[in-house]
């Protein structure tokens, strides 16, 4: 086959997760063959490593109306569109039956991983000729490797499983490769299948998204019934502020009780603060448990022993597999350089996350596209609805309706957090006075670091 014959080849989606499991379902009502490819063995794999976490986006938000139209009419109930789903429930409920619908499950392969895309027949050196091109995408399963031809890549696999690194500048802490004996991942199943992790023991949380409060909740939760467990949390800012957010006045309260919480188990001394704190090593002790060293609040050391230390520092999306693809990625967040400035989160702490679609998600590869978490780059904002908005557009665009593609709407709920006086906020809780929530305006999608392509994260399940 030439290699620029690419109208009978499919569209390959990286990632059984709900963004791409959606992508697949608008490409087929666009009457285009997807192949989805997903490294896990089972769909939504990502997801189910932290299914015990409840999210605090409700179903309304959390399943693609193109997905729900294959599975109607399977006898699928759709679940009550107020209740939080959890992680496990989002794929047992939602994804595993969309996967198993008859237009979708033979056009998935589980147990497939992707190492590496590329255009048919030239480098990303070569521009002459490059157009039109078909893809390949080799991948690895059970030990073999394949090339497949694609008429389009869509990448929907997330940022799960490419922790940011402990350290400052953006690099590991000294000693960070060694520690993994006490490192036990961004959200752990604190009162779950790790508890004896942390029953009786003193535990260090590094972060200051969703994550992080996630399971210092779930450890305060825990040192109830175990007075002896100690729960550390370590910020690189001055203040929480952000992630304790707009209480009541958040559009979903599942998140602004979570700020809420734990802002209350801070103050009553549950949960130790240490702010603007910058790791610098790690290293085991003689007793077995880990030295944490580094610097703090106005220079002061920081120097802790710990028995697990839960890094949720946020992810950044894997590139290597695309260095044969002509991408236009923003320097700093890594996402679609049209994209980056809605999201940069040095500028964006609430307001808008304005509709996009095709557009903002191109590259100078035709055809080529990151969608739902990783398109998000570093930024750590996502909520499912925003990722399924972007493969419909994706989907029409490719199907050639322009008009349908362009025709980008996006809803979500209210921040509760404004930005107008969020340095007031930072400043008067860096100082330790309390602040009193300002009115929510605008909206957001705030995304803990985990979630590789899902909704956002509310609080663990006892």
């Not at 399971?215 to 304790?244: D, K």
């Not at 996402?335 to 940069?344: F, Y």
């Not at 399924?388 to 979500?412: K, M, N, P």
Request: with cysteine; charged share 20%.
């Amino acid at each position: 086959m030439a290699a620029n014959r690419t109208h009978d080849l499919p569209v390959v989606v990286i990632g059984a997760g709900p963004v791409g499991l959606a992508a697949a379902a608008h490409l087929l009502e666009r009457g285009l063959e997807p192949l989805v490819l997903e490294a896990g063995e089972q769909v939504g794999s990502a997801v189910r490593a932290w299914g015990h976490v409840r999210l605090f986006s409700p179903w309304e938000y959390d399943v693609d109306a193109a997905a729900v139209r294959l599975l109607e009419p399977t006898g699928w109930e759709s679940p009550d569109r107020a209740e939080l789903p959890t992680g496990a429930e989002l794929v047992e409920r939602y994804l595993t039956p969309l996967a198993a619908t008859p237009q979708l499950a033979g056009r998935i392969r589980t147990g497939t991983r992707v190492v590496a895309v590329s255009r048919a027949g030239v480098d990303k050196t070569r521009t002459v000729g490059r157009e039109g091109r078909a893809y390949v995408v080799r991948t690895v399963a059970g030990g073999r490797v394949e090339d497949l031809a694609a008429r389009a890549v869509i990448d929907a696999s997330g940022t799960w499983g490419q922790p940011n690194p402990l350290g400052a500048s953006g690099l590991t802490a000294v000693g960070e490769e060694q520690a993994g004996d006490w490192l036990v991942g961004p959200l752990p199943d604190v009162l779950g299948t790790d508890r004896a992790r942390f029953a009786g023991r003193h535990a260090l949380v590094v972060g200051m998204g969703h994550s992080a409060a996630n399971t210092l909740l779930a450890l305060v939760e825990l040192q109830r019934a175990e007075p002896g467990t100690r729960i550390s949390w370590a910020i690189r800012g001055r203040s929480p502020a952000r992630l304790y957010g707009g209480g009541d006045a958040d559009g979903l309260p599942a998140r602004g009780l979570l700020g809420s919480t734990l802002k209350a188990a801070v103050q009553a001394g549950s949960v130790t603060l240490h702010r603007e704190v910058t790791l610098t090593g790690l290293a085991p002790t003689a007793d077995g448990r880990l030295r944490v060293r580094g610097t703090g609040r106005d220079g002061a050391p920081v120097d802790l022993q710990v028995d697990a230390l839960a890094a949720a520092t946020g992810f950044r999306p894997d590139l290597e597999v695309l260095r044969e693809v002509r991408l236009d990625l923003d320097p700093g967040l890594e996402a679609p350089t049209r994209l980056a400035p809605l999201i940069d989160p040095n500028s964006h702490s609430c307001g808008t996350v304005p509709p996009h679609g095709h557009r903002d998600l191109a590259h100078p590869d035709e055809g080529f596209y990151l969608v739902g978490m990783k398109s998000y780059g570093r930024a750590p904002t996502f909520l499912l609805a925003t990722g399924y908005e972007q493969v419909r557009s994706i989907a029409a665009a490719l199907a050639g309706d322009t008009e349908a593609a362009d025709d980008v709407q996006l809803h979500l709920p209210s921040t509760g957090v404004c930005s107008t006086d969020l340095g007031d906020r930072e400043a008067a809780e860096a100082g330790g006075v309390g602040f009193a929530t300002g009115s929510a305006h605008g909206f957001a999608a705030e995304q803990p670091e985990p979630a590789a392509c899902c909704g956002t994260a509310a609080q663990p399940v006892p």
